[in-house]
């Protein structure tokens, strides 16, 4: 399987959110597309092509003996796959379109921070000139949790407060840290910018300007 199929294929991906968000579980292809929404046979044939390159191994369903697919731990490039699958489209696709559709004229930008061992998902959230609704972002972020099967520790912050971070911060480093990844940039959302305070002798300065026209 190329890389571009196990990116890009959306039956791919589906499928392996499904199976590496729980590699200890069993699944048969009627549970994968209920939970996919893919069709049976779309399911069938990607888990087929997934066996075949050693990705997904076949096993026994515990409930009704039937046949099933689980993850294979023991591929060579199995905590690669995972972790590149858990940080993209398992946790960055479901953020980003929460924020998309809830957040998008308050959250500016946006970045997942990495996984701890625990699978805690760190999420950061820089707002523009509207500040989210702190009660809305704890209910959405508590939903995503459930439905991703990660917690999510959310830091909101102002656009300011994100242009002075730097390497001595916590966030900072996180945020400069090989694991980061831009889920929401500038501009993709309808979220302004803070208008900046003008100085005093700035603002002074064009107060008289203006006085002397």
Same mark, same amino acid.
């Given at each position: 399987m190329s890389a571009a199929d196990f990116l890009l294929a959306p039956e791919v991906q589906k499928l392996l959110l499904l199976v590496y968000s729980r590699p200890a579980c069993k699944f048969t292809a009627d549970e994968i597309a209920k939970a996919s929404k893919l069709t049976v046979?779309? !399911?069938?044939?990607?888990?087929?092509?997934? !066996?075949? $390159? =050693? +990705? @997904? %191994?076949k096993c026994k369903s515990t409930a009704d003996d039937q046949e099933a !697919? $689980?993850?294979n731990t023991s591929f060579v490039f199995y905590r690669e796959l995972r972790g590149i699958a858990?940080?993209?489209?398992?946790?960055a &696709?479901? !953020? /980003?379109?929460?924020?998309r559709s809830k957040f998008k004229r308050s959250v500016l930008r946006a970045y997942l921070l990495g996984e701890d061992q625990q699978g805690m998902v760190e999420l950061l959230v820089v707002h523009g000139h509207e500040v989210p609704d702190e009660k809305a972002m704890s209910a959405a972020c508590r939903k995503l949790s459930v439905? +991703? =099967?990660r917690h999510l520790k959310v830091h909101v912050?102002? =656009?300011r407060q994100y242009a %002075?971070? %730097? =390497? /001595?911060?916590? @966030?900072?480093?996180?945020? #400069?840290g090989a694991s980061a990844m831009e889920v929401i940039a500038e501009g993709d959302t309808k979220a302004k910018p803070a208008a &900046? /305070?003008?100085? @005093?002798? &700035?603002?002074? /300065?064009?107060?008289? #300007?203006?006085?002397?026209r």
């Amino acid at each position: 399987m190329s890389a571009a199929d196990f990116l890009l294929a959306p039956e791919v991906q589906k499928l392996l959110l499904l199976v590496y968000s729980r590699p200890a579980c069993k699944f048969t292809a009627d549970e994968i597309a209920k939970a996919s929404k893919l069709t049976v046979e779309e !399911v069938q044939q990607t888990q087929e092509h997934l !066996v075949k $390159c =050693g +990705i @997904l %191994t076949k096993c026994k369903s515990t409930a009704d003996d039937q046949e099933a !697919v $689980c993850a294979n731990t023991s591929f060579v490039f199995y905590r690669e796959l995972r972790g590149i699958a858990l940080k993209s489209f398992a946790a960055a &696709e479901p !953020v /980003r379109a929460m924020l998309r559709s809830k957040f998008k004229r308050s959250v500016l930008r946006a970045y997942l921070l990495g996984e701890d061992q625990q699978g805690m998902v760190e999420l950061l959230v820089v707002h523009g000139h509207e500040v989210p609704d702190e009660k809305a972002m704890s209910a959405a972020c508590r939903k995503l949790s459930v439905s +991703i =099967g990660r917690h999510l520790k959310v830091h909101v912050i102002s =656009g300011r407060q994100y242009a %002075t971070l %730097t =390497g /001595r911060d916590d @966030l900072g480093m996180k945020l #400069a840290g090989a694991s980061a990844m831009e889920v929401i940039a500038e501009g993709d959302t309808k979220a302004k910018p803070a208008a &900046e /305070r003008e100085g @005093l002798i &700035e603002s002074a /300065r064009k107060k008289l #300007a203006a006085l002397a026209r």
